[in-house]
């Protein structure tokens, strides 16, 4: 078992403190009272038919009024008949299964700290930083395009590559469409950077959730927004909670089948604030473990982004500074993200 401290050579993830059976969980798990979860309230989050997506001209004006009033009423919601074949979606869940299975050391060959690798294991949310850890490991890895990052991905499973291979490609493609409805709901042009989207980035992040046996003390993913425009997210089970516009949070459902959709920091900053990124957290169960795999798609690491040109008038004046992808990556190495969110430091008026 990798023991706990700092680095690869002292290293604990929560996977092997699930099978060592332990009965509470270390102290550095433990949240202060006022950060715990509670009971959350429950809610109906949008469920948007993408069935006539085979079809972009049939794709109707009430769909994209819908995805219109879920960006800018919740800032996510969930797709069903979306594209992406079952079978595609199991195997990519299989071989994540099979991935945090494997023993310590096969998994400790793709550690790192460094939040800019391309490919990384690890676990909490960032372990150098954290002040208190998540109950959660993960495998992050570059995935677009996928000729330039697949053979750096993980070789064991034998078939980790070719089944998440598929799912990935299947959701850069779910993306994109996604994108494009989005921007036709603010009034842009479906086809609005292009060109920029399809030479952006996707990072997939493929999460692990440990049964816990102190549910109530801590988190899987402490409070956070995503740093891209848009996320899709594969689950298991529930375990996702957002907060909504009261500051509650908020269980969002699960839909056999269906993808959540949330929307990212960089979706906030290029609609000048018209949609908001979702503020998320992932709790834990005390008897089942949960898997999720999680698609964010950015814009390249060095392309500077701000709020798109037709959303700015005197009416509703530039309200963010441009960043990049790279930006946000230093930030996150040198900051605690449950002291402060990133997309908050690009807010140029914030009286």
Known sequence: MEQQGNGASSFTSAVSLHK?????????YVLPP????HLPLSTTLPIIDLSTLRDQSLV????INEIRI?????GCFQVINHGIDQSVMDEALEVSTQFFNLPSAEKMRLFSEDVHKPVRYGTSLNQARDEVYCWRDFIKHYSHPISDW???????PSNYRKSMGKYVKAVQILQNQLLEMIFESLGLN???LHEEINGGSQTLAVNCYPA?????LTLGIHPHSDYGSITVLLQTRSGLEIKDKNNNWTSVPFVEGALVVQLGDQMEVMSNGQYKSVIHRATVNGDEKRFSIASLHSFAMDRKMGPAVELVDDQHPKSYKEFCFREFL????CNDITKGRFVDTLKLNKL
Not at 150 to 156: D, F, L, R, T, V
């Open 60 to 63: 109707s004006r009430s769909t």
């Open 70 to 74: 879920a960006c800018k009423e919740i």
């Open 34 to 37: 006022s950060q715990r979860p």
């Open 150 to 156: 697949i053979h750096m991905w993980p070789s064991n």
């Open 190 to 192: 479906r086809s609005y």
């Open 20 to 28: 060592l059976g332990v009965s509470s969980i270390p102290q550095r």
């Open 330 to 333: 230093d930030f996150i190495s």
């Open 212 to 216: 816990c046996p102190e549910p109530g």
